[in-house]
Structures are given as structure tokens and as C-alpha cells.
């Protein structure tokens, strides 16, 4: 046997898997890690202009590549000022300028990751804690101490000029007084490894610590090496990542002169025009531990490090071009680890550093190993940190590999921005992946159980890793890291105590909120943008001290008291039905609500043996309007457009019944006549979305060449006005009674078209509706007993509340059989929205809450009841809105009319208190740090300090024009021919 190549013991990480139980980040404009993957979510492009600390721009600069010594790029990603305490580390002040920022810095980043992991708690024990980073190349100090000894080559050449020996010591003694001098710290404040040395020996860690150096794929190295301990039982915790501060002038004439650079100046992995890379700073750490030991410590786990592969290009053209078989190699090791197909990965966060052949090649690598897996075409996402904060070489990797933990933690594909027309030299549309460039949610897909992903990085040297990662839970009671809409409430007893309280900066309330206090409410995203809608808030109060009630634009609503019980009357809920579907149904929403997306989680499990929900609802991002126009035919097939609109109206009824929602009715219109019986209790979720999944597919036409499966036509016009227009139109229909100016007609598709142009004429508005079938006619008769044979078949009980039905006579009640008839029949029975409203109406509801995407339902309520007392409102504010604030608004505006709801959102994670650096405090950024002292120094000693003595300037001689010399005699003329 070899047994280099097998082992009676199976050592691969799928057998023993890691828990990422801590995370810890100092990116381009993003202090910690919060603003990173708030960044990320956001699609920021922390990119800017090199600042004035780092180079000098004109002295440096020259957009010709080929210029000696200049560099063609003055753009990157730079780490914001973070306050830094030497006191807090045991650091001597005086020290700080010959220790690499590095070094100080990431002892900030690794203070945060032990607090972000837990380590307070009695797990953890810093004797088995140990810490490896990826460090590239030399730190930055080297520049400032090699600069010293270049003073001899200064001294020959000021000589070289006619200066005098003094002259050439003065101006060398000048010369170092702008650099860190040499001492007893210079030598370990300079090495790349004490970066991991520091954090051992002021967090005083008994573990391994060592850096590891694979250029560019160091982050992902140094967890290779971790892991290694972990696994072989010599430590329980380890710290790992990656580390670079190096975005000196140093570091752009190395990528310049390669040249890798972007010559536009942006970064644009996988975009067709895309022109190079752009380079960045930063820190990023990982707290890893064996899972089985995480789970028994009940510590957090971001998400799971199943398979790790490293492979090396061999011998090839070049010691820095990419090469596939090398790439391939590594990720077929890595799979191979996991024990998973690549075809379970649905996100690639690649190396994808901009460059046009790198990311070819990057791209071809990743297609030839998962099309051996799977033919299947556009399921997997692929993407690059980089594009938004730049190649931050050294810790690249672990950017990457925060950026997976968190959207696996989440449950979300982030964004990769830059991306204005993918590569064309990428055949994308018969490829596994597509370019993802915006956030959007990551639904389960039913052939992959568990979310996963995968990022790579590559280095030069011919060095390639790939790291297979899992998701740990289904997320449903995950606390969402990044910014989302939240509802600010405050409460007093009378409107001047309201005042004073919103003036006074007092803190915002939660509900339920007691019915003689006056109130007022908003949703806001973010602090800035709550703060000016509080501004607004008091502005309005201070205005209008007598108001009973009042609403604002903006979305800012007070009253002086609750609503009476004869004002609020009975509560109902309203559910969508079908043609209020769109792409991305509630998209903000379901990113920001776990219940939301749990939701289409539940839905897309009844879709395994077809094209997934998912996939359909939240397709890839377009990049032309064809695309978008085929993503929006395809929701329009019924066996898409109701269980989307289902999951969706699902989804949001959930969130406001955990915060309290408990309506007293419930109406559906068309479809949404099954998710009223849903949220009344008489079927149970995995019921209601096999039934949804069975309704669309039994309503498909049938797959007959020429079928017509019939139309739709929303008429406003009274009933009797689209009787005479039916009269001469033969095969028409009405479906459904809207409200008494809206009647909606289907049939023929034909004969519809014929009623359109009709009402036109006769100058009555019409309009054609976003269906793919003449629903609630004879056209759709082929699917009343196919659904009613999974309706027989389900779990179905008497409902807990009031449910209408929307054919005429008809009503569900305790009797089951009956409810199950009502049900399979209400499809080829015109739907009469008007009447049941009128009928609840009649019985005291007087508050209407609409569920599903739009608001198309609010809008008949208004239509139908008029100047009638009555308060109705949509929890959805429709395609290219934020459906997430609309959601917190509509809690708002319940909260405020005084229904009892509970208003804090147990789905948002606590904010980041900033505690302020206690005693010293020095500003730190990727520059190292130079002392006051030291910079006033040199300043004073360039402005006022020793001056060369030039010898007295005399006149220069006015010299006359020399005389020209007499022009030659002309030669004398050739003879003549002869």
C-alpha cells in the first residue's frame, strides 16, 4: 500500500469539520467588522484617490506606464484612522515608530476577535489558543530603515556636484531625520512573523503562532496550517487570516511596472471592459475551532470549514501567470476534503482580481470542474470582494472568506459590483455560474440541502488554494448584521409630554403602547436617516400642538390617542392574489426578515423535481432589457407567480403575527383565498405550499400545440357598462367583481384583445393583465379535478377565524368537506372581491391589512368603500421600492392607530457600542506611524537648517555675435557632354 496516497483512516475535513465561531475585520472604509459586511450588503465601492499621507501623487504619478519610477494608477482601498492605545497592549510609546503599523494594528483586529468569539466564557483557554496569519513579502518599516543606509549614495552624489564633504554630511544628516532610526525595537518591529508574535505575547496565547507567506493566497495558507493544528489536537482555538498594510508607493510600482494595475482606475472583476486590478489594505481574522467542541461550548458558528485544497502550477511559462491545470488541481483536492460535489456549491467567491487574463482563466478553471459534476446551467453565483475594496493581497483571502461566513450566516448572495456587461469571452449562459451583482436572498434550493460556498486564492509562485465552506442552522432565528429598517415609537401621556420627550433626545420605545398615551411613529434605515425623520417628527408636533392625528409623506404618523373601538372596528387580512406578482417580490424584505425568507425556504422545497421557485422569483441579476422581460413572462406562469406570491404574503402575515398582528377575518382574492385559510389555521405550512405548488401546476395550460389558454382584462366601468360591451363579443366572461367600477373579463384571447380596443373606443379605460390564463372561466376548467385531488389529499382544518369566500354563496366553516369543496371549485367561479369586502364591513371590520406583493387590494378597498370610515393599508410598496421599510412603516402606522402590537425587531442584531480608547489615544492608518517630534523636526531642519554656501554670483559676460565665416566659391561647371 501507499500510504502517502491511502489510509485505513479517513483524514479528510468533511470528517472532522471546523466552526467559524469569530470574525474580525479592518477593511477600506470599514473600522470593524459590522461596516465591513455593511459595506458589502450595501454594494459600497470603497475605492478612492490615493491620500496624502501615503505618496506624493506628483512626484509619483504619470499615466505612461513606461515612465522609470512612476506608477499609472493613484487609486486603491485604504483603512480608515483607527484609534490605537499603545497603554492598553503593554506597549511602550516611544516604540511606535519602529514597530510596523501592522504589527499594531492587528493586535487591534485580534482583540476584537477573541471578544467577537466569546473568550470571556469558560471555554476558552489561551494556553491551546494558538495563531497563524498570512504575511507577504517585507513590512513596511523596511522602507523607512533601508532609507537610512542609502545615505552614502546620497553623499557621493551631492559630492558628485561640486559640493564640499560638509556640505554632503549636512544634507545626509538631513535626509535621516525623515526616517525611524535604528534601535534596539527595529529589528523585531520590522519582521512579518512578529505580527503573529505580538498578538501571542500581549493576548498571551500558548499556542502555535507563525506566519505563513503564499503572496497573494497567504490568508487562505495560514488556514491550511491552523486547521492542521486543530486537527491534530495541539491547540482548541485558533486564530488565523490575513494581514496588509501595504499600500505604499513601494507597493504600486510593483503592480505597475508587473503591469497588473487598472488603468481607469476602477476594479471590475469579471466585467467586460474590466483593465486590471486595483490594490487595497487590510486586516481580516478568523476564530476557528473544532466543530464538535463549538457545538458542545454552545459558541456561535458563523459557518462550518468542510475541504481545503493547495496545489502548484509546476513548471510553466511564468512564475506569475495563472495556470489552469494547477487551479484545477487544487479544487478537485478540495472537494475531494469536503467529500461534496462542486455542484453543492451555489457561491464562488473567486481570486477575481480584475485582470483580463487572470479572471479567463479563473473562470475556465471553476466551469471544468463543476460541468464534470452537473449540466446544469446558472445556479451558482459567482463574485469578488475586490471589486469594492480592492486587491488587499495578504489578506484577500480572508476577505473573501469573511465575506462567505457572513453570507452563509445570513443567508444571503452578496453583491459584486462594477459589473456593467459580463465578459463576453465567458459563456455565462451555458455555464454553471452567473456574475451576481446585487444583494439578494439565498434561497434553500431543494437539490442542495446545505448552503455552500467556496472561495479561492491564488498567488505568485504558482500557489492555489480553495476552501469549501457550509452553512451551520437554517438562520430562521438569525440577528441580521446589516443595516435594515427599524421602527422608532415613542409614547407619552398627552402630546406636550411627547414633545419634550422627542426633544430631549429620549431613547425610542417599544409597544404595545397604552391607549390614552399620544404616539408617533416611523421606520427609518440607518441612524442619519432616523435622525432626520425625528427632526421632522418634532418639527410637525411643535406645528400642530391640537392635532388629533396627522400623517406625513414621509412616512411619520402620530396620533393624540388610540383609535376608539368604533373607528378601529374589527381587524381584517387581505391576500393577494394572482397578477400582483413581480420579480424580486419584496426582495429588501425577505433580505432583512428571516421569516420572509423562510418562507420561500418552505415554498421551493415543493419544486425538487423542477426549476426551483427561487430561481424563478429572485432569477440572476439581468444585464439587458430581453432578459428582463423573459424573467418577467416566466413569473407569469401560474406554477411560479402563486406560490411566490404565497411565500411572500406568508412570510410578512408571520413577522406581524410575532410581533402581535390577530386579525378577526381573513379574505383572499383569487389565490389568496389559500393563504387566508393558512393564516386562519386550517392548513399548516408544509399544506399550504404543496397546495400552492399544486394549484399553479394544475391551473398551467395544458402542453398542447395551439392551445389557448384564454386572457384577462381589467374593465373600469360599472358592471352593467361591461355587460353592453360583453353583449357583442362573444366567448367572454366576467371573472371578477373588483369593485364597482372595476369588473375584470377573461376568455379568448382573441375576443379579449376585441373587448380592449372596444372599451378604448368608448372611452372606457381597459387594460390587458399580467396573467397566462383566462382564470375563474371555463378556460381553466382542466384544473378543478387535478387540484381538487390534492386538496381531498391534504391535512385541512376548520379554521380558528372568520374566512370569506370569494364565490358568491359559498363560505367556510366547520364543516371540513365542505371547505375542501368550496376550495378546488372557487377556480372556474368569478371571484367577487366587492361583495365580500361589503360583507365584512357590514359585520364591523374596519381596519384591512394586506399581505402579498403590491397593493393592489388596498386600492380596491378605497374603490369599494369610499368616504366610508375605514383604515386600510399594504404591507408591500410594489417592484423598485424597499419593501423592508414598507413592512416597518405599516407596524408603525398599526402601532400608532393602537392596535397592541410589539414594535422592537427581534431580528436585528444589537448595535456595535464603540467604548472610546481610554487614556492614550493615537490615530493609526496603513502609513506608519512618525512621531509629532519627529515630523517637526525634519520640518524645522528643511525650513531653518544648514544651508550650502554658494560663492557669490557674478555677471555673466555679453559676448557679440561671431562674424560668420565667407560662403565657399561655387565649384566650377562639369564639362559637356560629349
Same mark, same amino acid.
Given at each position: 500500500m501507499n500510504v502517502s496516497q491511502d489510509s485505513d483512516l479517513d483524514r479528510r475535513l468533511a470528517r472532522d469539520p471546523i466552526a467559524i465561531v469569530g470574525l474580525s475585520a479592518l477593511y477600506p472604509k470599514s473600522r470593524d467588522l459590522r461596516e465591513f459586511w455593511a459595506n458589502v450588503a450595501a454594494a459600497a465601492d470603497c475605492i478612492e484617490d490615493v491620500p496624502a499621507t501615503h505618496w506624493d501623487v506628483d512626484e509619483f504619478y504619470d499615466p505612461d506606464p513606461a515612465v522609470p519610477d512612476k506608477t499609472y494608477a493613484k487609486r486603491g482601498g485604504f483603512i480608515?484612522?483607527?484609534?490605537?492605545?499603545?497603554?492598553?497592549?503593554?506597549?511602550?510609546?516611544?516604540?511606535?515608530?519602529?514597530?510596523?503599523?501592522?504589527?499594531?494594528?492587528?493586535?487591534?483586529?485580534?482583540?476584537?476577535?477573541?471578544?467577537?468569539?466569546?473568550?470571556?466564557?469558560?471555554?476558552?483557554?489561551?494556553?491551546?489558543?494558538?495563531?497563524?496569519?498570512?504575511?507577504?513579502?517585507?513590512?513596511?518599516?523596511?522602507?523607512?530603515?533601508?532609507?537610512?543606509?542609502?545615505?552614502?549614495?546620497?553623499?557621493?552624489?551631492?559630492?558628485?556636484?561640486?559640493?564640499?564633504?560638509?556640505?554632503?554630511?549636512?544634507?545626509?544628516?538631513?535626509?535621516?531625520?525623515? $526616517?525611524?532610526?535604528?534601535?534596539?525595537?527595529?529589528?523585531?518591529?520590522?519582521?512579518?512573523?512578529?505580527?503573529?508574535?505580538?498578538?501571542?505575547?500581549?493576548?498571551?496565547?500558548?499556542?502555535?503562532?507563525?506566519?505563513?507567506?503564499?503572496?497573494c493566497a497567504s490568508s487562505l495558507g495560514a488556514v491550511k496550517a491552523a486547521v492542521s493544528e486543530l486537527l491534530e489536537r495541539r491547540a482548541d482555538t485558533m486564530l488565523v487570516g490575513g494581514c496588509d498594510a501595504e499600500n505604499t508607493i513601494f507597493m504600486y510600482l510593483c503592480f505597475s511596472k508587473t503591469p497588473a494595475l487598472s488603468k481607469s482606475g476602477r476594479i471590475r472583476p469579471f466585467d467586460q471592459d474590466a483593465d486590471g486590478t486595483l490594490i487595497g489594505e487590510g486586516i481580516g481574522m478568523l476564530a476557528l475551532r473544532r466543530l464538535s467542541d463549538a457545538e458542545r461550548d454552545g459558541n456561535q458558528v458563523y459557518a462550518v470549514l468542510r475541504g481545503i485544497g493547495a496545489a502548484s502550477d509546476g513548471r510553466f511559462k511564468s512564475i506569475y501567470a495563472p495556470r489552469k491545470e494547477g487551479q484545477v488541481l487544487a479544487l478537485e483536492r478540495a472537494y475531494h476534503d469536503a467529500d461534496c460535489s462542486p455542484a453543492s456549491v451555489e457561491l464562488f467567491e473567486a481570486h477575481g482580481t480584475g485582470t483580463a487574463v487572470g479572471d479567463a482563466t479563473e473562470l475556465s478553471s471553476l466551469a471544468a470542474v463543476i460541468s464534470a459534476a452537473t449540466e446544469e446551467r446558472q445556479y451558482a453565483a459567482v463574485g469578488s470582494v475586490k471589486s469594492q475594496i480592492g486587491h488587499t493581497k495578504a489578506a484577500a483571502g480572508a476577505a473573501g472568506m469573511i465575506k462567505l461566513s457572513l453570507a452563509l450566516h445570513h443567508k444571503v448572495l452578496p453583491p459584486t459590483i462594477n459589473v456593467d456587461q459580463p465578459n463576453s469571452a465567458v459563456d455565462f449562459a451555458n455555464g454553471p455560474f452567473y456574475v451576481n451583482s446585487a444583494l439578494r436572498p439565498w434561497v434553500r434550493d431543494p437539490k442542495r440541502p446545505k448552503r455552500r460556498a467556496a472561495v479561492s486564492s491564488f498567488g505568485f509562485g504558482g500557489t492555489n488554494f480553495h476552501l469549501v465552506l457550509e452553512e451551520h442552522g437554517d438562520g430562521d432565528d438569525l440577528k441580521v448584521m446589516f443595516p435594515v429598517a427599524q421602527v422608532h415609537l415613542w409614547h407619552a401621556p398627552d402630546t406636550a409630554a411627547l414633545t419634550a420627550a422627542l426633544d430631549g433626545d429620549a431613547p425610542a420605545q417599544t409597544g404595545p403602547v397604552p391607549e390614552g398615551h399620544a404616539r408617533i411613529a416611523f421606520a427609518a434605515r440607518g441612524a442619519e436617516e432616523a435622525a432626520a425623520l425625528r427632526e421632522l417628527a418634532l418639527r410637525e408636533l411643535r406645528a400642530r400642538p391640537d392635532a388629533e392625528s396627522w400623517t406625513h409623506p414621509k412616512g411619520v404618523f402620530f396620533r393624540r390617542r388610540a383609535a376608539d373601538a368604533a373607528e378601529r372596528g374589527k381587524v381584517g387580512a387581505l391576500f393577494a392574489g394572482q397578477g400582483s406578482q413581480y420579480v424580486n417580490p419584496g426582495m429588501t424584505a425577505v433580505l432583512a426578515v428571516p421569516p420572509l425568507r423562510a418562507a420561500f425556504d418552505?415554498?421551493?422545497?415543493?419544486?425538487?423535481?423542477?426549476?426551483?421557485?427561487?430561481?424563478?422569483?429572485?432569477?440572476?441579476?439581468?444585464?439587458?432589457?430581453?432578459?428582463?422581460?423573459?424573467?418577467?413572462?416566466?413569473?407569469?406562469?401560474?406554477?411560479?407567480?402563486?406560490?411566490?406570491?404565497?411565500?411572500?404574503?406568508?412570510?410578512?402575515?408571520?413577522?406581524? %403575527?410575532?410581533?402581535?398582528?390577530?386579525?378577526?377575518?381573513?379574505?383572499?382574492? %383569487?389565490?389568496?383565498?389559500?393563504?387566508?385559510?393558512?393564516?386562519?389555521?386550517?392548513?399548516?405550512?408544509?399544506?399550504?405550499?404543496?397546495?400552492?405548488?399544486?394549484?399553479?401546476?394544475?391551473?398551467?395550460?395544458?402542453?398542447?400545440?395551439?392551445?389557448?389558454?384564454?386572457?384577462?382584462?381589467?374593465?373600469?366601468?360599472?358592471?352593467?357598462?361591461?355587460?353592453?360591451?360583453?353583449?357583442?363579443?362573444?366567448?367572454?366572461?366576467?371573472?371578477?367583481?373588483?369593485?364597482?367600477?372595476?369588473?375584470?373579463?377573461?376568455?379568448?384571447?382573441?375576443?379579449?384583445?376585441?373587448?380592449?380596443?372596444?372599451?378604448?373606443?368608448?372611452?372606457?379605460?381597459? %387594460?390587458?393583465?399580467?396573467?397566462?390564463?383566462?382564470?375563474?372561466?371555463? $378556460?381553466?376548467?382542466?384544473?378543478?379535478?387535478?387540484?381538487?385531488?390534492?386538496?381531498?389529499?391534504?391535512?385541512?382544518?376548520?379554521?380558528?377565524?372568520?374566512? $370569506?369566500?370569494?364565490?358568491?354563496?359559498?363560505?367556510?366553516?366547520?364543516?371540513?368537506?365542505?371547505?375542501?369543496?368550496?376550495?378546488?371549485?372557487?377556480?372556474?367561479?368569478?371571484?367577487?372581491?366587492?361583495?365580500?369586502?361589503?360583507?365584512?364591513?357590514?359585520?364591523?371590520?374596519?381596519?384591512?391589512?394586506?399581505?402579498?406583493?403590491?397593493?393592489?387590494?388596498?386600492?380596491?378597498?378605497?374603490?369599494?368603500?369610499?368616504?366610508?370610515?375605514?383604515?386600510?393599508?399594504?404591507?408591500?410598496?410594489?417592484?423598485?421600492?424597499?419593501?423592508?421599510?414598507?413592512?416597518?412603516?405599516?407596524?408603525?402606522?398599526?402601532?400608532?392607530?393602537?392596535?397592541?402590537?410589539?414594535?422592537?425587531?427581534?431580528?436585528?442584531?444589537?448595535?456595535?457600542?464603540?467604548?472610546?480608547?481610554?487614556?492614550?489615544?493615537?490615530?493609526?492608518?496603513?502609513?506608519?506611524?512618525?512621531?509629532?517630534?519627529?515630523?517637526?523636526?525634519?520640518?524645522?531642519?528643511?525650513?531653518?537648517? $544648514?544651508?550650502?554656501?554658494?560663492?557669490?554670483?557674478?555677471?555673466?559676460?555679453?559676448?557679440?555675435?561671431?562674424?560668420?565665416?565667407?560662403?565657399?566659391?561655387?565649384?566650377?561647371?562639369?564639362?559637356?557632354?560629349?
Open positions: 480608515p484612522d483607527t484609534p490605537f492605545n499603545p497603554l492598553e497592549f503593554g506597549l511602550p510609546p516611544n516604540t511606535l515608530e519602529v514597530t510596523d503599523v501592522l504589527q499594531l494594528l492587528s493586535l487591534v483586529v485580534a482583540r476584537d476577535l477573541l471578544k467577537d468569539a466569546g473568550a470571556d466564557q469558560p471555554w476558552y483557554d489561551a494556553s491551546r489558543t494558538g495563531v497563524v496569519l498570512g504575511i507577504t513579502g517585507a513590512n513596511q518599516l523596511t522602507q523607512p530603515l533601508t532609507a537610512r543606509l542609502q545615505t552614502p549614495v546620497l553623499k557621493e552624489v551631492v559630492r558628485s556636484c561640486g559640493l564640499s564633504d560638509r556640505d554632503a554630511e549636512e544634507i545626509a544628516a538631513k535626509f535621516r531625520l525623515a $526616517y525611524a532610526p535604528w534601535e534596539e525595537n527595529s529589528f523585531p518591529g520590522m519582521l512579518g512573523n512578529v505580527v503573529a508574535g505580538r498578538i501571542a505575547n500581549r493576548l498571551d496565547l500558548g499556542g502555535i503562532n507563525m506566519t505563513v507567506d503564499a503572496a418552505r415554498a421551493n422545497r415543493h419544486f425538487e423535481n423542477a426549476e426551483p421557485l427561487s430561481r424563478i422569483a429572485f432569477p440572476p441579476p439581468a444585464f439587458d432589457d430581453a432578459t428582463r422581460t423573459a424573467q418577467e413572462t416566466a413569473l407569469r406562469a401560474t406554477e411560479y407567480a402563486q406560490p411566490a406570491i404565497g411565500a411572500l404574503a406568508a412570510g410578512q402575515f408571520r413577522y406581524l %403575527s410575532e410581533l402581535g398582528f390577530a386579525p378577526e377575518g381573513h379574505l383572499g382574492h %383569487s389565490f389568496g383565498e389559500l393563504t387566508a385559510l393558512w393564516a386562519a389555521g386550517a392548513l399548516d405550512d408544509d399544506t399550504y405550499f404543496a397546495l400552492a405548488r399544486a394549484r399553479g401546476a394544475a391551473m398551467a395550460p395544458p402542453a398542447e400545440a395551439g392551445f389557448d389558454a384564454g386572457a384577462m382584462a381589467a374593465v373600469s366601468a360599472p358592471e352593467e357598462r361591461v355587460t353592453e360591451l360583453l353583449a357583442g363579443i362573444p366567448d367572454l366572461h366576467v371573472c371578477n367583481r373588483n369593485a364597482p367600477d372595476q369588473i375584470v373579463v377573461g376568455g379568448a384571447t382573441e375576443a379579449v384583445e376585441k373587448l380592449v380596443a372596444a372599451a378604448r373606443e368608448a372611452g372606457i379605460k381597459a %387594460s390587458r393583465l399580467p396573467v397566462s390564463a383566462a382564470f375563474h372561466t371555463p $378556460y381553466v376548467g382542466h384544473a378543478v379535478e387535478a387540484f381538487r385531488a390534492h386538496v381531498e389529499a391534504a391535512q385541512v382544518t376548520e379554521p380558528r377565524g372568520a374566512v $370569506y369566500a370569494n364565490t358568491r354563496g359559498a363560505s367556510y366553516g366547520a364543516d371540513v368537506a365542505a371547505n375542501r369543496r368550496v376550495l378546488a371549485e372557487q377556480l372556474i367561479h368569478p371571484v367577487d372581491f366587492a361583495a365580500r369586502v361589503e360583507e365584512m364591513y357590514a359585520a364591523g371590520f374596519r381596519t384591512f391589512v394586506e399581505f402579498g406583493p403590491k397593493s393592489v387590494l388596498t386600492t380596491l378597498v378605497r374603490r369599494i368603500l369610499g368616504e366610508r370610515p375605514h383604515t386600510v393599508l399594504a404591507v408591500d410598496a410594489g417592484p423598485g421600492k424597499d419593501a423592508d421599510v414598507a413592512l416597518k412603516q405599516a407596524v408603525a402606522r398599526l402601532a400608532v392607530l393602537g392596535l397592541p402590537l410589539q414594535t422592537a425587531d427581534r431580528y436585528v442584531a444589537a448595535p456595535v457600542e464603540r467604548e472610546p480608547v481610554k487614556g492614550m489615544s493615537i490615530m493609526l492608518n496603513g502609513i506608519n506611524y512618525v512621531s509629532p517630534q519627529r515630523k517637526a523636526a525634519y520640518r524645522e531642519a528643511i525650513e531653518s537648517g $544648514y544651508r550650502v554656501a554658494l560663492p557669490a554670483a557674478t555677471p555673466a559676460p555679453v559676448l557679440s555675435a561671431p562674424v560668420p565665416p565667407p560662403a565657399p566659391a561655387a565649384p566650377p561647371a562639369p564639362p559637356a557632354p560629349a
